[in-house]
């Protein structure tokens, strides 16, 4: 039987023998077969936690949705002892992810005649399903099925339902227990309530896991561990079904749990809202993600669609609106960057348009006065992840426009053309040390930006690209101070003019003179148009060797391209901007179609293949890093180059490894050559254009 079929026959025929309804009311749901059950394990969510702090690439893959702060797991089938629970809770403790419990709230059934239990291990017919949005587990035993289920209802509250369907000719008289234990190491401390236990986590202080029934339960704590009993038994009729719905909530602070505390009596009274509504939900992500036509990816794209819908996160601590991560399965990525948020909510914009444009909203939340938005927010903004050493290359305003392509919010562009201008103009108050309208990397005043090397790493940060080959410091990088008009230091610069800082400046300038004339803002429009030709023609007369057919960083004293640092995909950006001639193109695309160069397996390396650093495995000095593929990508087909666009695009989702098979997860770059996916799982702006270049290039 069909899933949704199944849960329609539940939502109709829910009853409990020991006197209160488990809410469950007669509405079915309606429509088609959902979408969401035709991808099954899609990523690989199974395992035990062994300990409560993960390894900084957490072993274990999370499912959450809505937000949450939390996340849980399938047991392996391997993992008999944990049958009948989902494992887990992973729950972010304001930045750094624990694990509660290997399984906090197992179910144990009993034959009440004789007390004997019946355990799900010595069950030969089981299935584990992560389908998107919901966990299934379903265990056929002799003569009744039992099934539970997964699913997020609030940005805090997970509901469990239970069914144990009596598929025998007579009555099923059962005692049903659940039990849990913290992991050892763990600091929680169990205490009762009269529908259930809650966890006191003391990290942040007021913060609580709780799991809650719908009536009274009997609740008995030993040590670290608990069993929790109901009040009598559960006798199912024939061909009937017992269904119950459990709420497991984490909040952070008691403002939260009381909040959440008014939401739960309502959950819990009326579960099939809460079902329908996610039901729904998925099934529109999915019904807009989803092209026809390019059904031998969709692989790729369900699983991208899931990766970005785990790492959203909603408000809390300094985090005041809904936004997505990098990555919830990795140690450091619990908090928002700034160009990972504007290449996140181009991606969403098609399915979660909402999340999108908060995302975006996020980071301007802490937009400095002097229009700058900062490298990274976080929980806590006092604390050591947060950072405002440098900011990010200024992609903001596509994100915006994205945005806007795909909700034609006119509300939403005149809230944000005034934030955008602010911080285009941030860059040549900033980083621009000889105030020719060519901007460079740089750092802040800072006290972490305390010397040389500091600044100079503060700068390829600011890049996005990190360790990026062009940022060696023995190749003569220098540090060059900023200041005002009156002599007032403003911040550092590097000593070079980078060719894709300044291709995205121009990509701005031609967003913002597209927004102002929408905006009714015609004098904003021609500004900014006539300020594009002259970068455009600055790139192309000072930033093109043509003997390499590429483009290049420069001296910022000399203006001559940086050459002997080799290609990177920086050279690539002025095509994704249209700041490239057509000759200059044509050039810079054959480079790009070389395989000796950057059409390698996965194509579009960090570093050219015959770039003397060139290394395959260290992060921006030769791994593919998609976002860099995806503008490769873009450039080619601006340029009429459609042909190659698809070959590209085509490479990426076959090649890179687990991108388009069943069980792997999304990885933070891949190895150019091999195809092996390197560093952190679950990465998001990875997902986000491996989801743009399903939507956009495939055919």
């Not at 026959?9 to 429509?31: D, E, P, R």
């Not at 089981?126 to 265990?139: E, K, R, T």
């Not at 709420?247 to 403002?255: A, D, G, I, L, V």
């Not at 695009?649 to 069980?663: C, F, M, P, R, T």
Request: overall charge neutral; aromatic content about 12%.
């Amino acid at each position: 039987m069909k899933l949704s079929r199944r849960i329609a026959m539940m939502l109709t025929s829910c009853f409990m023998i020991t006197g209160s309804m488990s809410g469950c009311k007669s509405s079915v749901l309606k429509g088609d077969e959902e979408m969401r059950y035709g991808y099954k394990n899609i990523i690989d969510v199974a395992g035990v936690p062994s300990k409560v702090e993960p390894d900084d690439n957490y072993e274990i893959n999370p499912f959450s949705d809505m937000g949450a702060w939390q996340a849980y797991h399938l047991p392996a089938k391997k993992d008999k002892e944990y049958y009948g629970g989902f494992t887990g809770p992973l729950y972010i403790a304001e930045e750094y992810g624990k694990w509660l419990s290997k399984s906090f709230n197992l179910i144990r059934i009993y034959n009440a005649a004789d007390d004997k239990e019946i355990k799900l291990s010595d069950c030969k017919n089981i299935d584990f399903a992560y389908y998107p949005g919901i966990l299934v587990q379903i265990y056929d035993i002799d003569n009744f099925k039992l099934t539970l289920e997964l699913r997020f209802v609030t940005n805090r509250t997970a509901l469990v339902t239970t069914i144990i369907k009596n598929n025998s000719k007579k009555d099923l008289n059962l005692r049903l227990n659940w039990e849990g234990e913290l992991l050892k190491s763990d600091e929680a401390k169990l205490n009762s309530l009269p529908k259930g236990i809650t966890a006191k986590l003391n990290n942040p202080k007021e913060a609580e896991y709780e799991i809650r029934y719908p009536f009274e339960v009997s609740t008995k704590i030993t040590g670290k561990s608990y069993v929790i009993s109901l009040k009598g038994s559960v006798v199912i009729k024939p061909n009937k079904e017992y269904v119950l719905n459990t709420t497991n909530s984490y909040t952070f602070t008691k403002e939260e749990k009381d909040s959440e505390d008014k939401k739960l009596g309502d959950i819990l009274k009326n579960p099939s809202i809460y079902i329908k509504e996610n039901s729904d939900r998925w099934n529109n992500y999915l019904k807009a993600a989803l092209k026809e036509g390019k059904e031998k990816y969709n692989i790729a794209a369900v699983k991208a669609v899931e990766t970005l819908i785990t790492n959203w996160r909603s408000p809390a601590g300094a985090i005041k609106k809904d936004g997505i991560i990098p990555s919830m399965s990795y140690v450091w990525f619990n908090g928002m960057w700034a160009w990972d948020s504007w290449k996140q909510a181009a991606a969403v914009a098609s399915f979660a348009p909402e999340l999108a444009k908060n995302n975006i909203k996020a980071m301007f939340d802490y937009q400095r006065q002097d229009g700058m938005i900062v490298d990274a927010i976080f929980y806590n903004k006092d604390g050591d992840n947060w950072n405002e050493r440098n900011s990010k290359p200024p992609l903001a305003a596509w994100a915006v426009w994205r945005v806007y392509e795909e909700t034609k919010d006119d509300k939403f562009l005149e809230e944000m053309y005034p934030r955008l201008i602010s911080y285009h103009n941030w860059w040549y108050s900033y980083r621009d040390n000889d105030k020719n309208g060519i901007a460079e990397y740089g750092g802040t005043i800072d006290s972490k930006n305390n010397c040389p090397d500091e600044v100079l790493k503060a700068a390829a940060w600011e890049s996005g690209m990190d360790n990026a080959v062009r940022f060696d410091k023995d190749y003569g990088v220098s540090i060059l101070e900023n200041r005002d008009n009156e002599g007032k230091a403003l911040g550092y610069s590097i000593s070079q003019e980078s060719v894709d800082l300044n291709s995205y400046l121009f990509a701005e300038k031609k967003l913002l003179s597209k927004m102002a004339a929408i905006l009714n803002k015609s004098e904003d429009s021609s500004k900014y148009e006539k300020e594009a030709e002259y970068v455009k023609e600055f790139i192309q007369k000072n930033m093109f060797d043509s003997e390499k057919g590429f483009f290049f960083d420069i001296d910022i004293k000399t203006k001559k391209p940086l050459t002997s640092r080799g290609m990177g995909p920086e050279g690539i950006i002025p095509l994704w901007a249209g700041v490239s001639s057509k000759e200059q193109a044509e050039a810079v695309k054959n480079n790009k179609m070389d395989s000796a160069k950057f059409n390698s397996k996965v194509p579009i390396p960090t570093a050219s293949k015959d770039n003397e650093r060139y290394n395959p495995v260290k992060y921006w000095r030769g791994p593919v890093w998609l976002d860099q593929a995806y503008f490769a990508i873009e450039g080619l087909k601006l340029y009429g180059y459609e042909k190659e666009a698809e070959e590209l695009s085509k490479k990426i989702l076959d090649n890179a490894e687990g991108v388009n098979e069943k069980g792997k997860t999304i990885r933070e770059n891949y190895n150019p050559e091999s195809g092996e996916g390197l560093h952190c799982t679950n990465f998001s702006w990875s997902a986000g254009m491996i989801y743009l270049l399903y939507r956009e290039y495939l055919k």
